[in-house]
């Protein structure tokens, strides 16, 4: 049963750019999670899916930053112009159900904005 | 000992020495906790998780200590190897919800 995967595992972007990233969550599973990490600093939630729905994006910029999770494929998050700032890895986690229960993690993108 | 770093607490023990990891959690309704261990370049990897109608769970090398009354969770770590340097974060959680909240983590450095 393979884990969270999530691709590209290192993504490099000019300023202005689009980045795309993917996250394919554990085999059953149908809610994800989206977190971001700054060097040497926590996991800052992003946003929660469920198939199809957006439950909550608080933790997401407004403007250019975008996420789904369609019925069939991956979740991607999706960031428009990127600028240096958004340069993070960026987690994907998911679990079958909306429970107290473990949140698996796939490996992460690194995104690297020049 | 401790110290403080740019952003991530650090935590230095002698290899064979046990390791105690602190985390102070913000909910008094989370019911759930889990601690995740993070090596450089990869993702968060559960180690150990437990239930508040519990205050100790143990695993092998591992075991987790909650104290409900002062929102405290701990990590111990027996006979600290290598292996065990990375980052350990702790996540709580209110059962019927979606809102993990992380703690802000700590670097465990095993000194050889």
């Known amino acids: 049963n393979a884990g969270v995967m999530q691709n590209p595992r290192h993504l490099v972007r000019r300023r202005g750019q689009e980045a795309r990233l993917r996250c394919s969550p554990m085999?059953?599973?149908?809610?994800v999670y989206w977190y971001r990490q700054l060097p040497e600093e926590g996991l800052k939630f992003m946003v929660y899916l469920q198939k199809e729905n957006i439950i909550d994006e608080s933790g997401m910029p407004k403007e250019r930053f975008s996420a789904e999770f369609p019925k069939e494929g991956p979740s991607i998050l999706r960031i428009q112009q990127v600028v240096r700032g958004d340069s993070a890895a960026y987690f994907c986690a998911s679990s079958p159900e909306t429970s107290a229960g473990e949140l698996f993690f796939g490996e992460g993108s690194r995104l690297t904005v020049l | 000992g401790e110290s403080v770093g740019l952003h991530l607490p650090t935590l230095s023990v002698q290899e064979g020495d046990n390791s105690i990891i602190n985390c102070a959690y913000s909910?008094?309704?989370?019911?759930?906790f889990i601690w995740y261990k993070q090596e450089s370049g990869k993702g968060p990897q559960f180690i150990i998780d437990?239930?508040?109608?519990?205050d100790k769970r143990q695993g092998q090398r591992v075991t987790v200590l909650l104290n409900k009354t002062v929102k405290h969770l701990s990590l111990q770590i027996a006979a600290t190897q290598p292996g065990d340097s990375a980052v350990y974060f702790c996540?709580?959680?209110?059962?019927?919800?979606?809102?993990?909240?992380f703690g802000t983590g700590t670097r465990l450095k095993v000194l050889a």
């Open positions: 085999k059953g599973h149908s809610h």
């Open positions: 996540a709580e959680v209110t059962s019927g919800t979606y809102k993990y909240i």
């Open positions: 909910n008094s309704a989370s019911d759930y």
């Open positions: 437990i239930r508040s109608n519990m």
